[in-house]
């Protein structure tokens, strides 16, 4: 269980965060939604430590990682995997090295085990034979699965994605919604998700979190998200149109 | 506002905060190198990159400097009657000052811009960040490797430039100047003394940490997409080619003190 108090942050005058408290339950699929600029991606970033948070605590597990060193929060990321809005696929490195990575960086296991292993992975984002390809002869949607591929091939506690389907074809899309779910069936892990995708969004979510200028607007189940007369709510889901 | 943030937006005060990332930045390699895992494998792929795919242009370098150097001190002291004296200077000034200048600033040109254009495509496409997520230090895996391959290199290749100068050298000596070869390598040999050996290892060493620290400096500090890319790029070969004649005069001013003028 990911548990976040008060957490604020800035960047230069603009703040993005504004004492956020929100808790991402065990074995559930949380999604973060909001519009463009509401800090839902810094949300993920500070969950990583990829970035400072300037101040609120973030418990993971029940232990305290606000503190912790680059060095501590290692441990802590090995027990979470991230897929990057833009794949950030390695690009000098081939399909195959890329979801290989952190298995050579941080298990013993031997090549043949990590073949297998990665191949399982590539089966199960349907992406099979494409091992010896650079990222940059796959399409974005193709990328996208990789990138899946390799957030999941440690089997880690908590998956996050960032925009998973921003960018893709309808069709994609969907195929995307799908693998998140049965990624989360398949391994119980923890899953957050961050979009501003409402299709996605209600295909995937067990929780919507609904951020408005760096706070909660409203937190509840897909059916409850759908049901409420909240102005902000109501906006959001007619996309912007008078309601 | 406050008189920081007035001071801080100055180009003096921009500098300083450069300066200081840069301090913050060198405190991270150090602590990085401090403790493994280290990427053995990583550095000889950079050693490979690095050093033996920038054999040929510094070899060209070195060859074509000697040449010139030859021909144009040569030409000039034939008027004295002082050509047997070609070897000394050639040795001397290949050795001292423009072996390792020259090579340094070849390698800043084809290495150090490749570091931060390198580098620097990772930030700008979260490719540092998902290291990172995957419980990677990029200081231990990227730029630990870099300045380690850099620093192991850059003796050796301006080694390479400084023999191929001296060559160069000969053959200018040689075939155009009727200067004969004993006496051109009795020269070489005389002029050399071991001040001149080690500061012409110290020197590379010292280029080879600027070059790898700005390169990777700039790299890993680089935001704005592919512009940012190409200006950290630029940026990378001008502070390491400014930094590199700086240091050198700095050095050669601390050498003569240390073993006096000859």
Not at chain 1, 213 to 230: A, H, V
Not at chain 2, 11 to 21: D, M, P, Q, V
Not at chain 2, 104 to 109: D, E, Q, T
Not at chain 2, 141 to 155: E, F, G, S, Y
Request: glycine fraction near 10%; include cysteine.
């Amino acid at each position: 269980m990911i548990e976040i108090f008060e957490l604020s942050k800035d960047f230069g005058d603009k703040t993005v965060l504004k004492r956020l408290d929100v808790v991402f339950e065990n074995g559930k699929t949380t999604v973060v939604l909001g519009r463009s600029g509401t800090g839902k991606s810094v949300l993920l970033k500070l969950i990583l430590r990829l970035m400072p948070l300037d101040s609120g605590r973030i418990l993971v597990d029940g232990i305290d990682t606000t503190d912790f060193s680059e060095s501590q929060m290692m441990d802590i990321r090995r027990r979470m995997g991230m897929l990057f809005q833009g794949s950030a696929l390695f690009d000098s490195m081939t399909v195959f090295e890329n979801v290989a990575y952190s298995l050579r960086e941080h298990t013993k296991m031997s090549e043949m085990d990590i073949r297998l292993r990665v191949e399982e992975k590539l089966s199960f984002v349907e992406m099979s034979g494409t091992e010896a390809l650079l990222p940059s002869e796959l399409s974005g949607g193709m990328q996208k699965r990789i990138a899946l591929a390799r957030a999941m091939v440690t089997e880690p506690d908590y998956i996050f994605f960032d925009e998973p389907t921003t960018g893709l074809d309808p069709i994609t899309a969907q195929t995307i919604n799908e693998l998140i779910k049965r990624v989360q069936e398949h391994t119980g892990s923890t899953v957050i998700v961050v979009t501003h995708d409402l299709e996605s969004a209600s295909f995937v979510a067990q929780k919507i979190v609904l951020l408005k200028e760096g706070e909660i607007y409203f937190e509840g189940t897909w059916d409850e998200f759908e049901q409420s007369q909240l102005e902000f709510v109501r906006t959001f889901r007619s996309g912007g149109k008078a309601v | 506002m406050k008189i920081y943030d007035i001071l801080i937006e100055t180009k003096a005060g921009e500098f300083l905060t450069h300066l200081y990332k840069y301090a913050m930045f060198l405190g991270t390699v150090i602590k990085a190198a401090a403790r493994g895992p280290y990427y053995f494998n990583e550095v000889l792929e950079q050693l490979y990159q690095i050093g033996y795919r920038s054999l040929s242009i510094v070899s060209l370098t070195g060859i074509f400097t000697g040449m010139v150097m030859a021909f144009q001190t040569g030409m000039e002291m034939s008027r004295f009657g002082a050509k047997s004296y070609i070897g000394t200077v050639v040795a001397l000034s290949l050795v001292r000052e423009l072996g390792p200048v020259l090579t340094a600033l070849v390698v800043a040109g084809r290495v150090g811009a490749g570091i931060t254009a390198e580098l620097g495509s990772m930030k700008v496409t979260d490719q540092i960040d998902a290291m990172r997520a995957m419980a990677t230090d990029p200081y231990k895996k990227l730029v630990l490797t870099r300045i380690v391959a850099l620093l192991i290199m850059m003796p050796l290749l301006v080694a390479v430039a400084d023999v191929l100068g001296i060559l160069g050298g000969l053959l200018i000596a040689t075939a155009n100047l009727n200067v004969g070869y004993e006496l051109y390598k009795t020269t070489v040999l005389e002029a050399l003394l071991m001040d001149d050996l080690v500061s012409g290892l110290i020197k590379p060493v010292v280029f080879a940490g600027l070059i790898g620290t700005i390169g990777c400096f700039l790299g890993m500090s680089t935001t704005g997409g592919t512009k940012g890319v190409g200006s950290s790029t630029t940026l990378s070969v001008v502070l390491s080619s400014i930094s590199i004649f700086v240091f050198n005069f700095v050095m050669t001013k601390i050498f003569f003190l240390i073993s006096g003028p000859l």
